[in-house]
């Protein structure tokens, strides 16, 4: 059966055309105006909706195998479909380790049979992702993930992260780095600014996510290995990509919904403000979105990490790291930084969460013919309340709870699969 999208604006090229889209087998079959309606066609009227490419969102805990009862492959699949999401990569700070096939595999299995969405998974960088001592099994792991990462830690022996490099450059596969100086940390756990001082808390320095990222640049230059530096949140990292890019590096990053929508005058005494690395300040807010304008930061992810309600109800000090983002990041970002501050067009978010990821990482799937169809429609006048209670997500701690929004997610395809429809249109 053939499903066809109409009267949609379709993102095609970098901008958006008043367009029908024919889907069949999985496959985008036809883009064109005014597409005439055949025998047993499936027709889905998307008039005043935008058609996106499905997002991909490359920062993704989904906590199994080994810690289901925060997540599960199946909720997080679900809240990445609800939230607009085609295809996620998911990190490898599970148990156990994606360090080895064997490992890899338990993944693999959990996977094929939950999933809701592709699911593309991260391989460790260390053995036991234990950020330095033996290396990952790089060449068997290379054809079955996306990428390799330890996040959750940054490697913090500058040797070897060099070795990693190099192994890696050699399976055509990048490093993607959660950059954390471990010396510099001093016990803090919120942002070392006005926040943390007027009120006694234990600072994060931005010393300990910089001084990490120039020491892999250099590396990269050294070795030629792709690189990808997770979930940037200070000024100074954005300038030292900057310089990289300039340079001719094969580097690029992300950063997170909360760091473009938040600082930490906006911090409150719960869990839910709680990640790492940490809400910093509006100068480093202001410098991560002039890196968008510029396309120093080439991507948005959540780093969605969900946790139980015991482990983030313990204040900005007991509580762990992490929030959650998958059902609530577009419409957060489009209702601020697109139609509230007019900072970012809707073309230059798609861009964000769809097509630069995709690119980056070798995701397939968009809005072109022949290609899969991942395809995420957005009605613009739809408004909302982020309401966590309501999620599918097993973690609820997102700093963005009562937020009023527009931008609802109408519908997720993938694969040519309806994985998400809303009820207005089901």
Known sequence: MRVLLKGGQVYRDGAFVLADVAVRKGLVEAVSPQMTPRPGDRILDFTNCYLLPGFADVHVHLREPGFSYKETIESGTLAAARGGYGAVCAMPNVKPAPDCMKNLQVQLDLIKKEAKIPVYPYGAITVGQKGGGELADFTALA??????????????????????????????????????DESLLRGGYIHDGPYARRYGHAGICSESETAQVRRDLALAAKTG?????????????????????????????????????????????????KMNPPIREQADRDTLIEGILDGTVDMIATDHAPHSFDEKNKGLEGSLMGVVGLECAFRVLYSRLVRKEKILTLEKLAQLMSVNPRKRFGLPGGITEGRRADITAVDPEKTGIIEPEEFFSLGRATPFAGWETAGDIAMTMTGGRIVWMSQERS
């Open 143 to 180: 054809p079955h993930v996306c990428a390799f990462s330890d996040d959750g830690r940054g490697v913090q022996s500058g040797e070897v992260m060099e070795l990693a490099m190099r192994a890696v450059k050699r399976t055509g596969k990048l490093i993607a780095a959660h950059c954390e």
């Open 225 to 273: 290995c792709p690189y990808h530096v997770c979930h940037v949140s200070a000024k100074e990292t954005v300038a030292a990509i900057r310089e990289a890019k300039k340079a001719g590096l094969d580097v690029s990053c992300e950063t997170a919904p909360h760091y473009l929508l938040l600082t930490d005058a906006d911090l409150q005494e719960e869990g839910r403000f």
